[in-house]
Nanobody, 125 residues
């Protein structure tokens, strides 16, 4: 079983940057596809970015393309989400997630088995 711990959230002004980290323990991290999701107040959880085991597949939500960068370090069992040019609408709780299952859609939260506890990102205007 994989345990995920998110960190790196905080309060930042619009246009600023944050780097979220996801530390994994237990299981074989390199066998898991990693994703980042977020949940804004009064909204459903939504896909932000995903990266496969080798880093050869990466996908972003349209709303963050060109501003966010997902990456991973299998040796350190870490995943990251670099967030630049932040906007107030990026304000949400951000969660990392992991799965070793095959899926038709890794943008679907139901494809993931393990979740971090979430880290709050607040972007002020």
């Amino acid at each position: 079983q994989v345990r995920l711990v998110d960190s790196g959230g905080g309060l930042v002004q619009a246009g600023g940057s944050l780097r979220l980290s996801c530390a994994a323990s237990g299981g074989d991290f390199s066998r898991h596809l990693m994703g980042w999701f977020r949940r804004a107040p009064a909204r459903e959880r939504e896909f932000v970015a995903g990266i496969n085991r080798s880093g050869g597949w990466i996908e972003y939500a349209d709303s963050v393309k060109g501003r966010f960068t997902i990456s991973r370090d299998n040796a350190r069992k870490m995943a990251y989400l670099q967030m630049d040019s932040l906007k107030p609408e990026d304000t949400a709780i951000y969660y990392c997630a992991a799965t070793s299952r095959s899926s038709d859609s890794y943008t679907n939260s139901g494809s993931y088995d393990y979740w971090g506890q979430g880290t709050q990102v607040t972007v002020s205007s």
